[in-house]
C-alpha cells in the first residue's frame, strides 16, 4: 500500500464507504428482503423513536428498515423515493442498536454480517472471506490513491474508450469483495491495475510447435497472426513458434517446475523466454483483456490469480467452446446485420496454449491454462469515424463517475432537440439506447438459442454526436447453448466434447440471462438515469416494457411461458447471490438466484404500499 498520506488517508475513508454500500447491497438483496427483513417506511413512521422528523437525512422521505435478527441489529438506510424494484442510491446507513443509532461504517457492518450469515445458514464462513473483504476495500484505496486525474475524454474518441474502460473504481455494486485481487504485491497492483491507468508491453515465449495447441477460425492460424504483431525476428528457425502472455502472467509461469525444465538447453528444449517486446496494451476492465489500438486483437490472456473471486485462467474446453459460438455467430451474420445493422457482436477468433509433458495431471493444467491466450477482433474495424466507445459499466454503474458522463453526452445530444426539457431528453436517449440493447440479445435468444451474458461489463456503447449508435457484445466464455431453441441442424453438428461444454437447460439459460440483461444492465440504467430524479423512474420502465414487448412480439419465444415474457406480466427479476455464494465456497457458475420485484407488477399495488408508508401504517416488506 503506498505511505498512509493525506491522500491515503481520504482514499481509505471513500474505499470503506464503498464496501459498506456493496455489502449492505448483497446482504439487503440476497437475504433481507427475501425473508421479509425489510421495510420500506415514511421518514416520519411513529414507530422509530427518534426518526421523526427523519434525523438521518431530513429531504428522504423514506427510510428502508433492514433487520439482523441474529445479532439484534437494525440498519437504517434513508431513500428518496419508494422504489419500484430494488435498491435505490443510499448516501449514508445507519446502525440501531438498542437505543443508540449511529452512522454504520464498513468494519462493524462487515463484523455484523460474518456472525448474521454465520447464525442464518448455521456454518461459517468460508476460510478466506473475511479476509477477502479486507482486500477488496485494500486495493480500492490503493486504486482511489493513485488515480490519474483526466478521467474519460469525451472529445477524443481515440482515448475514450480505452480510459472508460479503467475509469471504474467502483467496480460491481453487488459483489461482496469487488476489487479484490488475491495473491499480488503492492507493486504489481500500481503497475498492473486499469483503474490507475497501467499500461505494460506484452511478455514473449518461444516454444517448439509441437508442444503448442492452437485454433484459428481465420484464413490464417493463430501462430500467424502472433507472429505478424510479435518479435517473430527472434525465432531461431520454423519450428519455433510465439506465445504472448501478460507480464505478471510470466514471472508465475517461470516459477512453475515444469517450465523451468522445459526452459533447460539441449534437444529436448520446448520453451525460451524472450522477455517484453512490441507496444504498450492497456488492460480493460476485467484487468485480463488487453487493449492496444495498434493491434488487429485485444489479448484476452490468463491471470492465475483471483479476480473479484474467480482465477481468471483460460482453459483449453472454454476457448474451444468459445470460437465454436463465434462460427455459430458467423452463420448467422447476414441474418444479424439485417435485423440489427447496427449491432456488433465480437468475434473471438483464435486461441493458444502450450502443452508440456509432466507426469502430474495438476502441474500440466496449470501451464495449458495459464498460458491459455484468445485473440478477439477489436471494435477499431466497426467503429465509424468520430464515434465515441465506452463500456456500459462506465455509464451505467460507476456512481459519480458515470452521472458525470451520462450528463456530458445528453449535453451533446440536446443539440438534436435544444427546445426538450432536460427530463425529456434523458427519456428519449434511454429509449434509443434500449432500442439497440434489447432486439439482438431476444433475438439471438428466443429464435437462435444463444445465451450470452450482456452484463454491464461486457457491453460496449457507441455514441454519435451523444446518441447511442452502436452496441458492441463481448466475451463468449460464458455463452451457452440452449438446447430446446437450437435448430436441429445446429443441434446435431455439436462434437460430445461441444455438448458439454456449451449445452444449457432452459430454466438456467433464462435465469443468467434475465439476471445479465435486466438486473445487471437495465436495471442500474434505470438508478443512474433517475438518480435525485424519483418522478421519471416509472417513465424509464415503462420504456423499458414497450421495447421488450416490441422485441418479443417481432422475435417471438418457441416457449411462449417463459421468464422473458412473465416478466411484462409482472413476473420478479432474477439477481444473482454473489454473498452467499462466496459465505458458502460455491462455484460461481453455480450461484443461485434471489427475485428483487418487478416494476411492472399491478399500478395499483405500487401505489396503495406508497400511501399505506406515507401515512404510517406499516406496509409489507418489499418481495
Ligand atoms: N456491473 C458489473 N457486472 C459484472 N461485472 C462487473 C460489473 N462491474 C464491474 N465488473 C467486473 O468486470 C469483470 C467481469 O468479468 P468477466 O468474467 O465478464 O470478464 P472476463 O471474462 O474476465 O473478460 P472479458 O469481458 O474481456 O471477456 C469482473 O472483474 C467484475 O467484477
Ligand atoms: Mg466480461
Known amino acids: ?31 433481507a428482503a427475501p425473508a421479509g427483513l425489510v421495510q420500506i417506511n415514511a421518514a416520519a413512521y411513529p414507530g422509530y423513536p427518534g426518526l421523526s422528523p427523519c434525523p438521518l437525512a431530513p429531504h428522504r422521505p423514506y427510510v428502508a428498515v433492514i433487520s439482523m435478527p441474529h445479532v439484534q441489529a437494525t440498519i437504517l438506510a434513508p431513500l428518496d423515493r419508494h422504489p419500484h424494484i430494488g435498491i435505490p442510491d443510499v448516501d449514508r446507513y445507519w446502525l440501531r442498536r438498542r437505543n443508540s443509532c449511529e452512522p454504520l461504517n464498513w468494519k462493524t457492518f462487515a463484523d455484523l454480517l460474518l456472525r448474521e450469515l454465520s447464525a442464518h445458514f448455521g456454518q461459517l464462513p468460508a476460510a478466506e472471506l473475511r479476509e477477502q473483504l479486507g482486500l477488496s476495500v485494500d486495493v480500492s484505496t490503493m486504486i482511489l490513491a493513485s488515480r490519474r486525474p483526466q478521467g474519460v475524454d469525451l472529445g477524443d474518441p481515440d482515448q475514450a474508450y480505452i480510459q472508460s474502460e479503467q475509469s471504474l473504481l467502483r467496480g460491481h455494486p453487488y459483489h461482496p469483495t469487488p476489487k479484490a485481487r488475491s495473491g499480488l504485491l503492492d507493486s504489481d497492483l500500481t503497475t498492473y491495475s486499469p483503474e490507475v491507468g497501467a499500461k505494460f508491453s506484452l511478455h514473449y515465449f518461444a516454444v517448439k510447435r509441437d508442444a503448442m495447441v492452437q485454433h484459428s477460425i481465420l484464413a490464417a492460424d493463430a501462430q500467424t497472426l502472433i507472429a505478424a504483431e510479435g518479435p517473430s525476428h527472434l525465432l531461431s528457425d520454423p519450428s519455433w513458434a510465439l506465445i504472448p502472455v501478460h507480464p505478471w502472467q510470466a514471472g508465475y509461469l517461470l516459477g512453475l517446475e515444469s517450465v523451468k525444465a522445459a526452459l533447460q538447453p539441449g534437444a529436448g528444449q520446448l520453451l525460451r523466454y524472450l522477455g517484453a517486446y512490441g507496444p504498450e496494451f492497456s488492460p480493460t476492465a476485467s484487468v485480463r483483456t488487453l487493449f492496444a489500438s495498434s493491434s488487429r486483437f485485444f489479448y484476452k490472456t490468463s491471470l492465475s490469480f483471483r479476480i473479484t473471486n474467480c482465477l481468471r485462467r483460460n482453459a483449453l ?60 477482433e477489436t471494435i477499431e474495424a466497426k467503429r465509424q469515424v468520430g464515434e465515441v466507445c465506452l463500456v456500459a459499466a462506465a455509464l451505467f454503474g460507476n456512481a459519480g463517475g458515470g452521472r458525470g458522463l451520462i450528463r456530458r453526452l445528453l449535453a451533446t445530444a440536446s443539440a438534436r432537440y435544444p427546445q426538450l426539457p432536460r427530463l425529456d431528453l434523458a427519456k428519449r436517449w434511454f429509449a434509443a439506447y434500449l432500442e439497440q440493447l434489447i432486439g439482438p440479445l431476444i433475438y439471438l435468444y428466443n429464435q437462435a438459442g444463444i445465451m450470452f451474458e450482456p452484463h454491464l461489463q461486457n457491453i460496449v456503447v457507441g455514441f454519435a454526436d451523444g446518441w447511442p449508435r452502436a452496441v458492441y457484445l463481448r466475451d463468449y466464455e460464458n455463452a451457452r447453448l440452449v438446447a430446446s431453441r437450437l435448430k436441429p441442424r445446429l443441434a446435431l453438428s455439436l462434437s460430445r466434447e461441444e455438448q458439454e461444454e456449451l449445452l444449457y437447460p432452459e430454466d438456467k439459460a433464462e435465469l443468467r440471462f434475465t439476471y445479465c440483461l435486466f438486473t445487471n444492465h437495465i436495471h442500474e440504467a434505470v438508478r443512474q438515469l433517475s438518480y435525485a430524479c424519483p418522478e421519471i423512474e416509472a417513465d424509464l420502465w415503462d420504456l423499458v416494457r414497450v421495447e421488450l414487448g416490441r ?13 422473458l415474457e412473465g416478466l411484462l406480466k409482472g413476473r420478479p427479476f432474477p439477481a444473482k447471490t454473489n454473498l452467499i455464494t462466496r459465505f458458502t465456497a460455491g462455484k460461481d457458475a453455480l450461484a443461485s438466484y434471489v427475485p428483487i420485484g418487478s416494476p411492472w407488477r399491478q399500478n395499483a399495488e405500487y401505489h396503495a404500499r406508497t400511501q399505506s408508508a406515507a401515512s404510517g401504517q406499516l406496509p409489507r416488506a418489499l418481495a
Request: net charge neutral; charged share 25%.
Open 1 to 31: 500500500m503506498p505511505p498512509k498520506t493525506k491522500t491515503h488517508s481520504l482514499a481509505r475513508v471513500e474505499a470503506e464507504a464503498h464496501g459498506l454500500d456493496t455489502l449492505v447491497r448483497c446482504y439487503w438483496r440476497e437475504i
Open 551 to 563: 422485441c418479443l412480439r417481432r422475435f417471438p419465444s418457441a416457449h411462449p411461458t417463459s421468464l
Open 317 to 376: 474446453p472454454e476457448l474451444a467452446g468459445a470460437l465454436r459460438i463465434s462460427s455459430i455467430m458467423r452463420d448467422l451474420k447476414i441474418e444479424l446485420s439485417e435485423h440489427f445493422p447496427s449491432f456488433y457482436p465480437l468475434e473471438e477468433q483464435a486461441y493458444l496454449s502450450v502443452c508440456l509433458p509432466s507426469t502430474d495431471e495438476s502441474e500440466r493444467r496449470k501451464v495449458t491454462e495459464g498460458f491459455g491466450l484468445m485473440l478477439r
